[in-house]
């Protein structure tokens, strides 16, 4: 039985994964703006139309996200 030295099997590279930095104030920044975004949709998909609407009488909003708000099951018509 020979005996050969036997190194230990190269260990593949295995790289910590680079934490994402983001400052404070920029996380707040993005939060503000993603909540806002989420708002904005949820109001011109769910509860614009008709009266209510922001443009006044004009339909075409509504009719560009009508089949979202069916797709969602918001109460449309
Ligand atoms: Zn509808």
Known sequence: MSTMPVSPAP???VG???PLVVSAAKAKLWLG???LFGLLA???V???QGAFSVF???MH???FVHDARHLLG???H
């Open 61 to 63: 909003l509504h009719e």
């Open 56 to 58: 006044g009488g004009d």
């Open 46 to 48: 769910g509860v614009d």
């Open 74 to 76: 918001f109460p449309c």
């Open 11 to 13: 260990a593949a590279p």
């Open 16 to 18: 910590a994964p680079t």
């Open 33 to 35: 703006g993603t909540v």
């Open 42 to 44: 949820y109001y011109f």
